[in-house]
């Protein structure tokens, strides 16, 4: 087993806890589930090594029922095919723009927001591309249960503004894409998502 199928499995694991801490009424429920809550920080310590401290600290017990994080991106190609990138203040590194959904915001437009944000490009979300399960690619070990939404853009601007919130950004031959940010998009994701729009297939990816 790796440590991406055993990091879901501790995040199922703090699910079920979670889960029961929230709904249990005795003391004896209460207690089991905060011995598997403590059993699955020390297993996510184990295998992250972020400290159980950091981990009580960052990952609050809910106040609701826990559920998938869902990380919405674009990908959008100028006259040339080429992929528009920017790069993440966060490792340096480059990615698809976008970020996480926000409440109040369809997906759409959390999309459209992303890209002038990060981009200062007025696009359209033409059509949805794809909705990866992040278990189901080789992204490294995260502690949240992650669906990734991903949306063809087309632009209806063209002058480029990077946003504060990244360091730049620019567009890059499919065949020379830059380092990747591959906890938020792995170059396989993004050759998947290129050819489908270069052949016409324009269908959802759905894991």
Request: charged share 25%.
């Amino acid at each position: 087993m790796n440590n991406t199928e055993l990091l879901t499995l501790i995040t199922q694991l703090r699910s079920v806890a979670d889960v029961g801490l929230l709904y249990a009424k005795n003391e004896y429920d209460i207690e089991r589930y905060n011995e598997l809550q403590h059993i699955s920080i020390k297993m996510l310590d184990n295998v992250t090594g972020w400290g159980a401290e950091d981990i009580k600290l960052n990952f609050p017990m809910p106040s609701d029922y826990p559920t998938v994080k869902v990380d919405v991106r674009g990908i959008l190609l100028n006259a040339e095919n080429k992929i528009l990138l920017a790069k993440e203040s966060a490792d340096g590194k480059w990615s698809l723009p976008g970020g996480w959904a926000d409440i109040g915001y369809t997906a759409k437009e959390v999309i459209i927001k992303e890209f002038e944000e990060e981009t200062g490009l007025t696009v359209v979300p033409e059509r949805l591309l794809a909705v990866f399960d992040k278990k189901m690619h080789p992204h490294p070990p995260q502690p949240f249960y992650v669906y990734k939404i991903v949306f063809y853009c087309k632009a209806l601007s063209s002058t480029l503004n990077k946003g504060f919130d990244v360091l730049e950004v620019a567009y890059f031959d499919i065949n020379t894409l830059p380092d990747l940010s591959e906890d938020r998009i792995l170059k396989s994701q993004i050759e998947l998502l290129y050819q489908k729009i270069v052949t016409g297939d324009l269908t959802a990816e759905v894991d």
